[in-house]
């Protein structure tokens, strides 16, 4: 990892000391103790689990090269041996971090009012996550797995709109509501007990799906079709069984087609229906079948809601929308936003019978 730029005066915290340093520095772990390249540091640091970088400063992690971040730069060691491997955490206060997730998130240019709402909804997931995991060292990654953050963003409509909304978030019953949201619904809610998972916070009237109309029609994967060989999806299954150790999975034949079942309260389904050769099926979660495919290293599924046939020899898979189709629908958001729709009635949209309240 790599801290710091050529002009930049740093700190270097750890175990109740801490050392100067000047930018760029290279950290790395060897012999379960922090080196900093080409600098002495005192013992005391070298030996704590964790240290503690000043920001703003630049951070090189793998390929997320130069970003700027601002806050604490956190690194912490694993304990298990060989200890040469950590976790880099930015230690940021919550106004300073949903601009990097604005424009992680969403296009510069887009209306002002798709950007309110996903600031909203973003504050409102990051806080649920603070309040979930407070004995944990960190809350999101930086990824889509929570949601995106690029550190400091390189234009200003992010910051501007995590201001205009700054310390809203939804609410449901005096509680927060994590708001989940998609690139694109694909015209039909997903519900988060199905789509997310059956953690007790995600059973509540917010996250249960918007009703028509879908807003997101001229999203780009509205609707979108890919095709894969026969033989690759199968061994998919296959492997996938394995790991789940599901001996139907494991045994199932050449695939002949995926057809979507068990629709939810919107007509999205829940469950895929996967046949083979020779008339066996299984079923397989929605909320799955993406992993499935990523497990085994085939193109990624923009969603779960897919149905499939051979054609050629091939399968042809006709899917509906990207991500999970949870709570807000970017592309549903921005043609609201389009039509003069003010944020709060995208976020009432979404999240039916949410309402927003300024937290601070
Ligand atoms: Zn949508």
Redesign the pocket.
Known sequence: MSIGDERQSLVVRGGGAEHPLTGPCTLVRSRGQWVIRGVDIPTTIANARVVDFDSPTELTVRKKEGRRYEGIIRCVADYDPPQLNFDVINVVPMEQYIPGVLAGELYEGWHNATFQAQAIAARSFALSRCQQRSSKMWDVTDTASSQMYIGVPPWDQAKDMAAATRGEVIVWKGAVVPGYF?S??????ATATDAVGPNPVNAVPPLTG?QSP????K?PR?RWSVTQSVASVSQAIRAWGKRTDQKDYVAIGEVISFTPITPNRHGRPTEIEVKSVGGTSITIQCVDLPGVFWEANLPSLSSGWVGAEVKDGKLVMNGR?FGH?VGL?????EAMAASAIPYQRIIEFYYPQGTITKAW
């Open positions: 998609s694109c619904c694909g015209g039909r809610a918007h879908p807003y997101c029609t999203a509205y929308g189709g629908c970017q592309y549903g958001a």
